[in-house]
């Protein structure tokens, strides 16, 4: 459990907090300006996850997403992706709120996945 840093294509760098498995069970809801910034983030959303306010909405293909925000209305994270059913988002948020506490910061600043392909030189995308 580990939120992880990746600089985007435009340069700017997110969070993402990943479970036991691997699995992605957050983001940062914005792109932040550098990894000082994006670790600051994650630090936040640890610390008050526990009095954080979930809502859950359908998207605009009517997929469920969730979204946190603290109790002065920023917003602190985000679901990492679309769920068919109603009952996979809120289990899903419950995974995030129970792991995100106690995930570790990982200090290094990654380019995997999608954005290493978009960033590599002599990449298709």
Known sequence: MRYQFHRTRAGLVIWRLVGRNNR???VSPQE???LAAAAAAAMVVRDRVGQ???EVSPDPVLKWRWFMTDVDGHELAKA???YE???EC???VERFVETAPHADIDP???RRGRFWARDSPGSRS
Do not use: H, N
Request: hydrophobic share 45%; net charge neutral; charged share 30%.
């Open 80 to 82: 990492a992706r679309s």
């Open 85 to 87: 059913r109603r009952t």
């Open 52 to 54: 954080a306010t979930v």
């Open 24 to 26: 992605i069970l957050g």
């Open 90 to 92: 809120d289990q899903a």
């Open 108 to 110: 290094v600043l990654g």
């Open 32 to 34: 932040l300006d550098d």
